[in-house]
């Protein structure tokens, strides 16, 4: 059950740190260049596109859950 926004993203940034076709550098590379453009949306005075906001989210949050997913596990 997804609840709203919220829940698309989850859903999506799931979906995207399970697909083993992106590597982490291209999950860095596509969040790097998400940042650049929102930068320049910033300097150029501009409205900021809500699916730039959604795509930046989406991939901080994949790449979360990568970072979790690979972590060892320590607990004895």
């Known amino acids: 059950m997804h609840d709203g926004i919220t829940g698309d993203v989850a859903h999506f940034a799931c979906a995207v740190a399970l697909d083993e076709a992106y590597t982490d550098h ?7 260049l998400v940042e650049q453009e929102l930068q320049d949306i910033r300097r150029l005075r501009q409205p900021i ?3 730039v906001i959604y795509a930046r ?6 790449r979360h859950l990568r970072a979790i997913r690979d972590e060892p596990d320590t607990a004895y």
């Open 57 to 62: 989210r989406i991939l901080m949050a994949a």
């Open 49 to 51: 596109p809500i699916d």
């Open 26 to 32: 291209d999950l860095r590379r596509a969040q790097r």
